[in-house]
T-cell receptor
Framework: EAGVAQSPRYKIIEKRQSVAFWCNPI?????LYWYQQILGQGPKLLIQ????????DSQLPKDRFSAERLKGVDSTLKIQPAKLEDSAVYLC?????????????FGPGTRLTVL | AQSVAQPEDQVNVAEGNPLTVKCTYS??????LFWYVQYPNRGLQFLLK??????LVKGSYGFEAEFNKSQTSFHLKKPSALVSDSALYFC??????????FGAGTTVTVRA
């Protein structure tokens, strides 16, 4: 079974530039998550989709971050414009559904460096 | 307040010795608890989970965890650590709104 795919793996940009990350979840997984992991911290949920609808985006900085999941499969996360404090690893995860016992499967992440 | 705490930033053990990584939680009701491991430059890998039932949960790579409701703990254990177990370990708890809240992580180093 293929895992969660993410691209690119690494990205370096200047502050105020834009950047986009892509995620392809495990086939059949209805729920998709984007997390931000700052060095030395645990992952923090940014947004959660159920199929192509947003379940929770309360911790997404909506003035600069946006995400979409067209057709309920792939997802993109965009930052525009980027700030220095956005430097982090962005993790995508998917699970079979929202039920409490479903474990999340994580992709390898995209390491973003903002200069 | 943080829903899950990992009181140790680092744990160092010798290969072959028992390994314990501590986790405490503070959600109400019956918690759903998870352990994940992260190797360098890789995403998090699921190790095990507690939903209900037996307090001792067995997971991948010889790891197990014990749920203790009275102490609100879910410590990860391995009877005999391997050098290859050196990694970053995260405890997580499922919140009421389905969010997964992670601890800050514990770096485990197993020396040969």
């Amino acid at each position: 079974e293929a895992g969660v795919a993410q691209s690119p793996r690494y990205k370096i940009i200047e502050k105020r530039q834009s950047v986009a990350f892509w995620c392809n979840p495990i086939s059949g997984h209805a729920t998709l998550y984007w997390y931000q992991q700052i060095l030395g911290q645990g992952p923090k949920l940014l947004i959660q989709f159920q199929n192509n609808g947003v379940v929770d985006d309360s911790q997404l900085p909506k003035d600069r971050f946006s995400a979409e999941r067209l057709k309920g499969v792939d997802s993109t996360l965009k930052i525009q414009p980027a700030k220095l404090e956005d430097s982090a690893v962005y993790l995508c995860a998917s699970s079979y559904g929202l039920a409490g016992g479903n474990e999340q499967f994580f992709g390898p992440g995209t390491r973003l460096t903002v200069l | 307040a943080q829903s899950v705490a990992q009181p140790e930033d680092q744990v160092n053990v010798a290969e072959g010795n028992p390994l314990t990584v501590k986790c405490t939680y503070s959600v109400s009701g019956n918690p759903y608890l998870f352990w994940y491991v992260q190797y360098p430059n890789r995403g998090l890998q699921f190790l095990l989970k507690y939903i209900t039932g037996d307090n001792l949960v067995k997971g991948s790579y010889g790891f197990e965890a014990e749920f203790n409701k009275s102490q609100t703990s879910f410590h990860l254990k391995k009877p005999s650590a391997l050098v290859s177990d050196s990694a970053l370990y995260f405890c997580a708890v499922r919140e009421r709104d389905y969010k997964l809240s992670f601890g800050a992580g514990t770096t485990v180093t197993v020396r040969a």
